[in-house]
């Protein structure tokens, strides 16, 4: 059981059965979708607990032992041994908690745990690292932390993270995740790993017919790592560059462009037009969705196939709402990337009329 319900409300857990969550959102998600009665529709259930691999916390180390979880009404709401969180992260904050000193001596506003990476997240200016270098050294000594990090920010109440770097104190700036893929401490990872890859072999065995593939909003190239062997050419696009940088170390054959989709994708095909004549579109947008802009554009070349994964119905929705005069939906697919919450995540297969 939670021990922090319902004062903290990042999930569900506490308010019904696996199954009872997984049918409400479900449920909620096809009625929130304009579709006809001719779409196959499959389900993957994903009743997992201790599966959270990410999460950022917040610290108020004014007080010994400091609170350490999620804010709730303008307070931290201690998070104690979750029922999401992966043991391990449960494990390492009850180590943190009694290892920290006051917060007028190691200022620390926030801890990102992203797999086997901490980073912890000072409120100070940079000029400040040497001596939190050796603080943090000190203060940790015996916790046997594999990939420790330090982040300045003397302004953290606006923005966690400053673009500027990240110090390790142990590990490397880039990290192989359980799957062998390599990710950065702050880069986007989805959460289980094992569900993603799932979803990305549907989305290949659907696509994998024609010639070319054009991978939109691409992370960290998991998508375009396991497509190599199918296609002829790879096109990948994503706006993060730190993200960029992982995408290259998992995938060599791709040719990949940092930018915003929206204002690059008539770059791109512009100095790739042969590429168009046979292509696949696999899309994995932010919440927003792709939007009319980028839709209208790649109308003008339009794929022979599209894979959509959504984490947002509505904004799903609305971009299938503009394409359903050019492309007719085979399937979708509900998937549960995220259990005992209230996210979902759909995956779309569109072929051209």
Not at 32 to 47: D, F
Not at 164 to 169: A, G, H
């Amino acid at each position: 059981m939670c021990n922090v319900h319902p004062k903290c409300k990042a999930c569900s857990f506490s308010n019904g059965s696996y199954q009872e969550i997984w049918s409400k959102k479900l449920d909620k998600a096809i009625n929130t979708l304009s579709i006809g009665k001719n779409e196959a529709i499959y389900i993957h259930s994903n009743n997992q607990l201790h599966y959270r691999k990410k999460a950022l916390l917040h610290v108020d180390a004014s007080i010994i032992p400091p609170k350490i979880g999620l804010i709730q009404n303008n307070d931290i709401v201690n998070i104690n041994n979750c029922p999401l969180h992966l043991k391990s992260i449960n494990k390492l904050i009850e180590i943190i908690k009694y290892s920290l000193p006051h917060f007028d001596k190691f200022p620390l506003k926030y801890i990102l745990f992203n797999e086997n990476a901490i980073v912890l997240v000072i409120k100070d200016h940079y000029n400040k690292l040497p001596k939190y270098i050796e603080l943090t050294k000190g203060i940790f000594a015996e916790s046997d932390f594999p990939n420790l990090y330090l982040h300045l920010n003397p302004a953290t109440g606006n923005k966690v993270f400053l673009k500027s770097y990240l110090y390790p104190i142990y590990g490397a700036t880039f990290l192989r995740n359980k799957l062998g893929y390599w990710y950065h401490p702050l880069v986007f990872q989805q959460q289980i790993s094992s569900t993603h890859i799932e979803s990305i072999k549907i989305s290949i065995d659907y696509l994998k017919n024609n010639k070319n593939l054009l991978d939109l909003y691409c992370g960290i190239g998991i998508m375009s790592a396991n497509a190599e062997q199918y296609f002829d050419k790879i096109i990948a696009v994503e706006q993060s560059p730190i993200s960029i940088e992982c995408a290259k170390k998992n995938s060599f054959k791709t040719n990949f462009y940092i930018g915003n989709v929206e204002k690059i994708i008539n770059h791109i095909i512009l100095g790739n037009s042969t590429f168009f004549n046979n292509y696949s579109l696999y899309v994995n947008p932010p919440r927003s969705g792709m939007g009319d802009q980028v839709i209208e554009k790649i109308l003008k070349n339009s794929p022979k196939q599209i894979a959509y994964l959504s984490c947002n119905p509505k904004s799903l929705n609305k971009d299938l709402i503009c394409l359903k005069n050019h492309y007719t939906i085979n399937s979708i697919h509900f998937f549960d990337f995220l259990p005992y919450t209230n996210n979902i995540e759909i995956l779309t297969l569109m072929e051209l009329k």
